[in-house]
């Protein structure tokens, strides 16, 4: 079997599959870590890095690598948001209920949620992204999903 660096110069750019990002859809993740950010506002927020694991849909996932999949959403905590933010971490799991957002950090990791994803395509500044982020639309919680939404 040649590697990689054998494969990469011996084909041309249009022998090499290219990278696919997945489709908008549905997806089981598993929250890798969870970190508090700050934005250049001063306003803080909970960054929450996910591994997406598998496709919750049907949508036609041919040359797409999920392990390449870079997916990350952060939740700004104001005032206004706090409960919002609260209600989407109780989703991923109902242990963060009663806890600070600090405790909910370590308890995190590990758990798994289904979310919605969608594609960003440019940044804020409107100039276009080569490869579509990912982007977290809606939190499920894996129960409420396998029972309510693939029923469905």
């Known amino acids: 079997m040649a590697d990689l660096f054998d494969t990469v110069i011996s084909?041309?750019?249009?022998d090499r599959p290219a990278f696919r990002q997945a489709p908008a859809?549905?997806?089981?993740?598993?929250?890798?870590?969870?970190?508090?950010?700050k934005a250049n506002?001063?306003?803080?927020?909970?960054?929450l890095e996910f591994t997406v694991m598998e496709p919750m849909?049907?949508?036609?996932?041919t040359g797409v690598d999920l392990s390449k999949c870079r997916l990350r959403d952060t939740q700004w905590?104001?005032?206004?948001?706090l409960s919002y933010v609260q209600d989407r971490l109780s989703r991923i799991t109902p242990e963060t209920v009663g806890n600070s957002i600090r405790d909910a950090l370590d308890i995190l990791p590990g758990n798994e949620v289904v979310v919605n994803l969608?594609?960003?395509?440019?940044?804020?500044?409107g100039t276009p992204l080569n490869t579509p982020?990912?982007?977290?639309?809606?939190?499920?919680?894996?129960?409420?999903y396998t029972t309510n939404k693939r029923a469905a």
């Open 57 to 61: 849909h049907s949508e036609d996932m």
């Open 25 to 37: 859809g549905d997806y089981l993740v598993a929250v890798r870590s969870a970190k508090i950010v």
């Open 118 to 125: 969608s594609h960003e395509t440019m940044q804020r500044d």
């Open 77 to 81: 905590v104001t005032d206004k948001t």
């Open 41 to 47: 506002s001063g306003t803080q927020g909970i960054e």
């Open 133 to 144: 982020r990912l982007k977290v639309e809606r939190y499920y919680s894996v129960e409420w």
């Open 11 to 14: 084909n041309t750019a249009s």
